[in-house]
């Protein structure tokens, strides 16, 4: 049973266009919410993070925006540029861990110049 | 560098072989944690260790992975008995306490 939905499975986007990433959870026990960029041949790397008493956090050109009442949270990326090309990860964990995490199967993002 | 260190990064093995890998984590991470990751899909937790104890344990981790971390430095993760099924990348992760995650880049697994 998958505990993290990611969608879609893959996106492209023009330069300086808006990439989103969505996900959904089931488990209301969730608390810590990360999204992870991951590069070939990389292991994945924390990009932002949110927790559940906030509904929106902005890093750069990176915004979780997080709907309790719907069980979901999406990953904008403003101002898209070519070395943003990676594939992004959503993930949850439960009792506040940032180690023990769930993640989903991943957006692989392709920004065309 | 101070990254988190995998080796080896590749390992080809026969099925029914043990293998062994190895991560150093970040200096004063107290934290250690081992994920699975296979083609198409986001990792998979494993198993974390807190200093030298192991406190979780993924249903995942059959009993033929083991995991160790003796005097919490270095952790290895060996496979007994490889099947192809193993066959995947296997990503280390270190924290301090329980705060960010930093990832190595894997010692990716196939096994024939």
């Known amino acids: 049973q998958q505990q993290v939905k990611q969608s879609p499975q893959s996106l492209i986007v023009q330069k300086g266009g808006i990439s989103i990433i969505n996900c959904a959870y089931e488990?209301?026990?969730?608390?810590?919410f990360p999204w992870y960029q991951q590069f070939p041949g990389k292991g994945p790397a924390l990009l932002i993070a949110?927790?559940?008493?906030?509904s929106e956090k902005k890093e750069g050109r990176f915004t979780i925006s997080f709907n309790k009442s719907a069980k979901q949270f999406s990953l904008h990326i403003m101002d898209s540029q070519p070395g943003d090309s990676a594939t992004y990860f959503c993930?949850?964990?439960?009792?506040?861990?940032?180690?023990?995490?769930?993640f989903g199967k991943g957006t692989k993002l392709s920004v065309k110049p | 560098d101070t990254g988190v260190s995998q080796n080896p990064r590749h390992k080809i093995t026969k099925r029914g072989q043990n293998v062994t890998f190895r991560c150093d984590p970040i200096?004063?991470?107290?934290?250690l944690y081992w994920y699975r990751q296979t083609l198409g899909q986001g990792p998979e937790f494993l198993t974390y260790?807190?200093?030298?104890?192991?406190?979780?344990k993924s249903r995942l981790l059959s009993d033929r992975f083991s995991a160790e971390r003796p005097k919490g430095s270095f952790s290895t993760l060996e496979i007994q008995r490889t099947e192809q099924g193993d066959s995947a990348m296997y990503l280390c992760?270190?924290?301090?306490?329980?705060?960010?995650?930093?990832f190595g880049s894997g010692t990716q697994l196939s096994v024939l």
């Open positions: 992760a270190s924290s301090l306490r329980d705060e960010k995650l930093f």
């Open positions: 488990n209301t026990a969730f608390d810590y």
């Open positions: 949110i927790r559940p008493d906030v």
């Open positions: 993930a949850a964990s439960t009792g506040g861990s940032q180690g023990n995490l769930i």
């Open positions: 200096s004063e991470h107290n934290r």
């Open positions: 260790f807190q200093n030298e104890a192991q406190l979780e």
